[in-house]
Nanobody
Framework: QVQLAESGGGLVQAGGSLRLSCAAS????????MGWYRQAPGKQRELVAA???????SYADSVKGRFTISRDIAKNTVYLQMNSLKPEDTAVYYC?????????WGQGTQVTVSS
């Protein structure tokens, strides 16, 4: 059973930074993609950033230039560095990993940005 464990959420003022971590219970290169999604109250879950097995990355337009996804293959961990945070970034952030036939999710970590 694959497990994804997020950490690093919290409360931060607008303009501040946070780094989220997602530790996988298995080799992260076994996944086609790993990514971060977020869900704000009353809104649908949306993709924030993703990294493919080959290393290519993609970002939602709303976070380009502010967020960076990266990984440490030796630690089986994916990170989301979030800078210049805005109140609209407030959400529960979920780590996701997918293969051709399976989709895995973490429990989520709350990020709250105060104005």
């Amino acid at each position: 059973q694959v497990q994804l464990a997020e950490s690093g959420g919290g409360l931060v003022q607008a303009g501040g930074s946070l780094r989220l971590s997602c530790a996988a219970s298995t080799r992260i290169l076994s996944f086609d993609h790993m990514g971060w999604y977020r869900q704000a109250p009353g809104k649908q879950r949306e993709l924030v950033a993703a990294i493919a097995a080959g290393g290519s990355t993609s970002y939602a337009d709303s976070v380009k230039g502010r967020f960076t996804i990266s990984r440490d293959i030796a630690k089986n961990t994916v990170y989301l560095q979030m800078n210049s945070l805005k109140p609209e970034d407030t959400a529960v952030y979920y780590c996701n990993a997918d293969t051709y036939i399976m989709d895995y999710w973490g429990q989520g970590t709350q990020v709250t940005v105060s104005s």
